[in-house]
């Protein structure tokens, strides 16, 4: 199977998951948070910024937001397309099917869906989903993709090394 058709696929699940926990989170949640350890609980967070909160003052919008990921995620497309390593093309899938979750939300309701709240006694990391995640490990495997992995993919196929 070709790289780009992991990412696809992995796009597609990213979605697909993303969408499903999301629609279970406005079904279960209506009246107060599910604390599921005494470092996690599920709640129900309408961010209408970007990932983790940031931006969410409405400063933007979700139009605006939308549009920037749509222009990302396309971007990450063409990348994919060009992408010759199954882990690489996985994780521009992840980025992908991630910025293209939370577009489904602000296009659904003029918000992301946030849920994941993890926390050390009174002080709490931003609230999140299934789409963040798959951004910020995309994003991270990408990053460690290049620092690590792709001189080594480049240096095997005769090409010269780069500082």
Not at 10 to 30: G, Y
Not at 118 to 134: K, Q, T
């Amino acid at each position: 199977m070709k790289p780009k058709l992991y990412g696809l696929i992995a796009a597609l699940v990213i979605i697909v998951f993303d969408q499903i926990t999301k629609a279970m989170i406005l079904q279960k949640i209506e009246t107060g948070d599910i604390e599921v350890t005494p470092f996690f609980n599920l709640v129900l967070t309408w961010n209408r910024g970007i990932s983790f909160g940031m931006l969410n003052h409405d400063l933007a919008g979700p139009l605006a937001l939308s549009a920037l990921s749509v222009i990302i995620a396309a971007a990450f497309a063409v990348w994919l397309w060009r992408a010759d390593c199954k882990g690489l093309a996985v994780a521009l899938g992840a980025v992908i099917g991630g910025a293209l979750g939370n577009v489904i939300d602000r296009a659904r309701f003029g918000a992301v869906v946030d849920f994941l709240d993890f926390h050390l006694g009174a002080w709490h990391w931003p609230a999140f989903n299934v789409a963040d995640s798959a951004i910020c490990v995309g994003i991270a495997f990408v990053v460690a993709d290049g620092l690590f992995f792709e001189p080594k993919r480049k240096g095997s196929k005769g090409h010269e090394k780069t500082a």
